[in-house]
Every structure is written in structure tokens, then in C-alpha cells.
């Protein structure tokens, strides 16, 4: 059944006794062999008829619209819910995403280096770390291949005791370990120091 647009509780039945209806008036006295007012009441009678009808009619559709509006929102809701914790989910993912550290990228085929590259003493970074003065030898070439060799001759799991903010907390002996092949700033070569 097509759907009904207009609600035919508000319909009024038609003045049958116009021009326009005529000839259904004049066809019904005509086959009934009735009089004109006796078709008139058999229109209206039609048409209340019609009129029920279609009231019915609208009363189950606009039954059909709330089921089915009930329906859409109840399968709303329980889409809702179901992609609440899927939403909590993926944000509970990406916070932890986001907590993991972030691994530098790579070049697939790329060689390795074949030799390790020349790093200061823990001594000249501890320095560093605590902005206090540090010699230029230790970041030149040859400095940093002592800090290499004399690395593995102070045991890294020996600590001592630093005072920081007025706390006391454990460092590693090689940070408070100077060289002994220091070379003072203004000793340094010109080519010590442009490397």
C-alpha cells in the first residue's frame, strides 16, 4: 500500500450536492433508480467508508514509523555501546603508542660501520652534564681514543658516592676519573683543535 502523506483525520467530506459531482450522482440515481438526496447519502456513506479506511491505514503506518523509529534508535544506542569500548580501545592504544619510544629509522642495506666512533671520557660528559669547565683534549681525536682504552680499565658497575641539590646519589667512578694525559687549552696544536 502506498504511503498516505495527509492525515485523513483532518479530511471533511465533500458537498456532494455540487456541479462537479454530478455525473456520480446522476450515474447512482440512474442504476439504483434512487432519488438525488438518497445518492448524495450514498457518496457520503462511500466516502466515510474510504475515510475509515484510510484512517486505519494511518494509524498503522504511524505505528509502523515509532516501531521503526524505536528500532533505529535502539540499534543506534547499541552501536553506540558497542563502539564505546572499541573507542576506549584504540585511545587506550594510541596512549600507549604514544608512551613507547620511538625507534629512529633505518636504510634497509645500508652497511655497518666498521669501526666504532670515538666518544669522550664519562669524565668530559659528567662535566658537560654539570656545565662546568672541561678541557678542549678531551674531545679531540686523540683524547677520545684514550677515553676508549682507559673505559674498560675502571669497572662500569663501580660507583661512588656525588652530592647533587643536596642529595646524595650514586655515579659511576669513570665520571669522576680526570686523565692524566690532559693537555692544557693553550697547549693544544692547531690541528688538535680544528678537528
Known amino acids: 500500500m502506498p504511503?498516505?502523506?495527509?492525515?485523513?483525520n483532518l479530511a471533511e467530506a465533500p458537498d456532494f450536492t455540487l456541479d462537479v459531482y454530478a455525473i456520480a450522482r446522476d450515474a447512482i440515481v440512474a442504476h439504483h433508480n434512487i432519488t438525488a438526496e438518497a445518492a448524495v447519502e450514498r457518496l457520503k456513506a462511500a466516502w466515510t467508508t474510504d475515510n475509515d479506511a484510510k484512517?486505519?491505514?494511518?494509524?498503522?503506518q504511524e505505528l509502523a514509523d515509532r516501531e521503526a523509529a524505536a528500532q533505529r534508535e535502539q540499534e543506534e544506542e547499541d552501536q553506540h555501546?558497542?563502539?564505546?569500548?572499541?573507542r576506549n580501545e584504540q585511545n587506550e592504544t594510541r596512549e600507549t603508542e604514544k608512551k613507547k619510544p620511538k625507534l629512529n629509522s633505518f636504510v634497509a642495506n645500508r652497511p655497518i660501520a666498521t669501526a666504532i666512533k670515538l666518544r669522550p671520557s664519562r669524565f668530559a660528559l659528567h662535566k658537560l652534564e654539570e656545565r662546568d669547565y672541561i678541557e678542549l683534549s678531551y674531545f679531540t681525536p686523540e683524547g677520545c681514543a684514550e677515553a676508549a682504552n682507559n673505559d674498560h680499565a675502571v669497572a662500569e658497575e663501580a660507583f661512588a658516592f656525588s652530592k647533587v641539590n643536596d642529595l646524595v646519589s650514586l655515579r659511576p667512578i669513570s665520571a669522576f676519573k680526570a686523565s692524566s694525559k690532559v693537555i692544557q687549552d693553550d697547549k693544544l696544536s692547531w690541528r688538535e683543535m680544528s678537528i
Request: hydrophobic content about 30%.
Open 81 to 86: 555501546r558497542n563502539e564505546e569500548p572499541q
Open 55 to 60: 484512517k486505519l491505514a494511518w494509524q498503522q
Open 3 to 8: 504511503r498516505i502523506t495527509a492525515n485523513p
